[in-house]
């Protein structure tokens, strides 16, 4: 059974930081990423680790500020946001499972968790 469920949202001031936590029962055998969808604009790509961790892929937007790691132990997968901006402010989905290829932002998962708020004044 595959589930995905995302927490550590909020409201954060810019300059500030987040961590999110995705628990993922059922995906340490899988690529795991970070989505996020901000009102009126369209889903993009923020991150993705490879299934043992160790190779990550970042869009260019976050690289240097955002970091993506697993503990595949625990089944989570995290995403460390440091120095947030006002347009970090989105729904952030953790996603995964067969097929998703890490290294490619153009890549679909197959499964999504729920989503978490994140919203970063200025």
């Known amino acids: 059974q595959v589930h995905l469920v995302e927490s550590g949202g909020g409201l954060v001031q810019a300059g500030g930081s987040l961590r999110l936590s995705c628990a993922a029962s059922?995906?340490?055998?899988?690529?795991m990423g970070w989505f996020r969808q901000a009102p009126g604009r369209e889903r993009e790509f923020v991150a993705a680790?490879?299934?043992?961790?160790?190779?990550?892929y970042y869009a260019e937007s976050v690289k240097g500020r955002f970091t993506i790691s697993r503990d595949n132990a625990k089944n989570t997968v995290y995403l460390q946001m440091n120095s947030l901006k006002p347009d970090d402010t989105a729904v952030y989905y953790c996603?995964?499972?067969?097929?998703?290829?890490?290294?490619?932002?153009?890549?679909?998962?197959?499964?999504w968790g729920q989503g978490t708020q994140v919203t970063v004044s200025s």
């Open positions: 680790i490879r299934p043992s961790g160790g190779s990550t």
């Open positions: 996603a995964g499972g067969p097929g998703y290829v890490y290294y490619s932002g153009a890549s679909n998962p197959p499964y």
């Open positions: 059922g995906f340490n055998s899988y690529a």
